[in-house]
Every structure is written in structure tokens, then in C-alpha cells.
């Protein structure tokens, strides 16, 4: 299934718990999700802008997701996209964490990504049947197969150390050199010809 939109930024218009927001975009038919906790800065207009992510925008360009700067099959979205100074409350964080599902699920990515611990987390709890714990070190670049979606989850890239970039540029290329879909095609149960693909 297809996302029918040309949309490239908050193609659902979600709007969270807060004035100032960087909303997802990139690619809405995209087969990997790259997923923040929430906005440093007030004024990137997307994820990747943020400085923080810097090192991690070279391994993303040398594996093909990334083409000119521009998102080539990848999605960028926040856990939290809302900027402000100070943690957020537990009640505007669950809101904004229902709307990021909701985007999670209608984008349809095949790979998720999340970078740092809080969205290393987010992710193992919810899409996936690994017990989250502070452990993103230790599983940095490895690929989680025991749920929907494959999981890679990504160190803070201003805490990688010598070896955290090869180490994610290795798995990815890996992942694109197969298929990664995991589709079962189950067209033998509907009348007519054609497949009818689900995971």
C-alpha cells in the first residue's frame, strides 16, 4: 500500500501539543523511519538539520538514504517534536507519542531507526518484543529482527566513538543489499490474479 500524497513535511498535518514544532518529513512512501526524541533547536525545520546529527548524516548519505542532503527513501520524524527549554510533562509527551505512532504506522517503513537512548527505547518497548534497557551502546548498528519491523538502533551520534560510524554504515548496506520487506504474499486467498502482499 501506498501513501497517496506529494506532501513531504507533516503530510498528515498532525498537529502536536505545542506552537513551536518540527513536524516529519522526507519521503512518505519511505522504507526506513529515522526517529529522534525531540528537537535541540528551534530552528532547523527537520531532523536532520539539527547539529547534532551531523556525523550520522555522512553514513546516511554514503548508504544511498540521503541524496544531496535530501531524503532518498528515508522518513525523519520526532518522538517529541515540540521545542522548549526543560523536560516535557509526562501528559504532553504521551500526546505527541499517540501522533508519532499514528505517523509511524500510516508512513509504513519496513526499517526504523531511532537514535538515542530515549528513542531506542521508545522503539524496543513498542515495536518490537526485546525488553528496552539502557543498552543502546552495546546494540548500536545491530539489526532486530523479532517484530514487525527491523529495528537498528542508533547511539547518540555526539557520544559515537571510533568504530560507531563503520559499524552502522556496514548494517545498512547490508540491509539494502537483500530484501529487507518481509512480506508474505498471500494472494492465493483473494480471486483473481496478482499478489497481495502483507508482512
Known amino acids: 500500500m501506498k501513501v497517496i500524497t506529494d506532501r513531504t513535511r507533516n503530510p498528515f498535518g498532525f498537529s502536536p501539543p505545542c506552537e513551536e514544532f518540527i513536524p516529519g518529513s522526507g519521503d512518505p512512501n519511505a522504507d526506513f523511519h529515522l526517529i529522534g526524541d525531540r528537537p535541540s533547536e528551534p530552528t532547523a525545520t527537520a531532523l536532520l538539520e539539527d547539529e ?9 548519505e554514503a548508504v544511498g538514504l540521503l541524496n544531496g542532503g535530501a531524503p532518498g527513501g528515508l522518513y525523519t520524524s520526532y518522538l517529541y517534536p515540540c521545542y522548549q527549554n ?9 500526546a505527541a507519542e499517540a501522533l508519532f505512532d499514528a505517523e509511524l504506522r500510516a508512513i509504513t517503513a519496513h526499517v526504523l531507526l531511532p537514535v538515542g537512548e530515549a528513542a531506542i527505547e521508545y522503539a524496543l518497548r513498542n515495536y518490537s518484543s ?5 543498552q543502546s551502546a552495546a546494540i548500536h548498528g545491530t539489526e532486530i529482527t523479532n517484530g514487525s519491523w527491523i529495528i537498528v538502533p542508533i547511539r547518540d551520534p555526539t557520544v559515537w566513538e571510533p568504530g560507531d560510524a563503520e559499524t552502522l554504515e556496514a548494517t545498512l ?8 520487506r518481509r512480506e508474505s504474499d498471500l494472494g492465493r486467498h483473494v480471486t483473481g490474479p496478482g499478489s497481495y502482499r502483507v508482512r
Open 52 to 60: 547534532r546529527f551531523e556525523p550520522l548524516r555522512a553514513v546516511l
Open 86 to 94: 526543560g523536560e516535557p510533562t509526562p501528559a504532553t509527551r504521551e
Open 130 to 134: 526485546i525488553a528496552p534497557g539502557e
Open 173 to 180: 548496506q547490508s540491509l539494502r543489499s537483500f530484501d529487507y
